[in-house]
């Protein structure tokens, strides 16, 4: 597609339960991030893939998240055992090169409320 | 490890006035300097960027940033606002001797804009 896209684009879930956001970045962006923005908070790095590179999950807060990218495409985030903490809009972004300098190209995120 | 601080969580300015946002990071090398601007129910968008050379960059919308390394600052401005230009601006960071490529954002200034 023209844009990085996100799904759902709302969720909402109960503590406890696993969930899965999906993200599509633009054809061929060798680079896919994660960001969490929590309420009146800026935007918090999750992890990046960049190629067939190993990703860099510094930024995951804990064990229950993690993340994949398949085939160089698309990223599924998933949190497992939501707490009501993980309230949050997920944003995914993408970007160009090899070394991942480019401009990032957002999607316009995931908003998770777990009750 | 990088930082970047955005000193006004909420600014109001009258539509036609003059508009400067604030932005200091921390860091001791050269970084990559970005705006992104975060309209209601929208991702987010690339203003501007600072990578090297002039230190007075020019970016879409009218809004210009000024490098200023003595200040560590990176201040977006913009002569006279528009009442679309309400929405929320990050200042963001990328270092270039790290293997973190992922940006590091501000916590974002609220712009409200008045007739």
């Known amino acids: 597609g023209a844009g990085v896209s996100q799904s759902p684009s709302n969720k909402v879930t109960e503590k406890g339960k696993d969930v899965e956001l999906r993200c599509d970045p633009i054809s061929g962006h060798t680079a896919l991030y994660w960001y969490r923005q929590s309420l009146g908070q800026g935007l918090e790095f999750l992890i990046y893939?960049?190629?067939?590179?190993?990703?860099?999950k510094s930024g995951l807060p804990s064990d229950r998240f993690s993340a994949e990218r398949t085939g160089g495409s698309v990223s599924t985030l998933t949190i497992q055992r939501t707490q009501q903490e993980d309230s949050a809009v997920y944003l995914c972004a993408s970007s160009s090169g090899t070394s991942g300098w480019g401009e990032l190209f957002f999607g316009e995120g995931s908003r998770l409320t777990v009750l | 490890a990088q930082s970047v601080t955005q000193p006004d969580i909420h600014i109001t300015v009258s539509e036609g006035a003059s508009l400067e946002l604030r932005c200091n990071y921390s860091?001791?090398?050269?970084?990559?300097l970005f705006w992104y601007v975060q309209s209601p129910g929208q991702g987010l968008q690339l203003l501007l960027k600072y990578f090297s050379g002039d230190t007075l960059v020019q970016g879409i919308k009218g809004f210009e940033a000024e490098f200023k390394r003595s200040q560590s600052s990176f201040n977006l401005r913009k002569p006279s606002v528009h009442w679309s230009d309400a929405a929320e601006y990050f200042c963001a960071v990328r270092t270039m001797d790290t293997g973190r490529r992922a940006l590091t954002f501000g916590s974002g200034t609220r712009l409200q804009v008045q007739p």
């Open positions: 860091y001791g090398a050269t970084p990559y």
């Open positions: 893939f960049q190629g067939n590179s190993a990703p860099d």
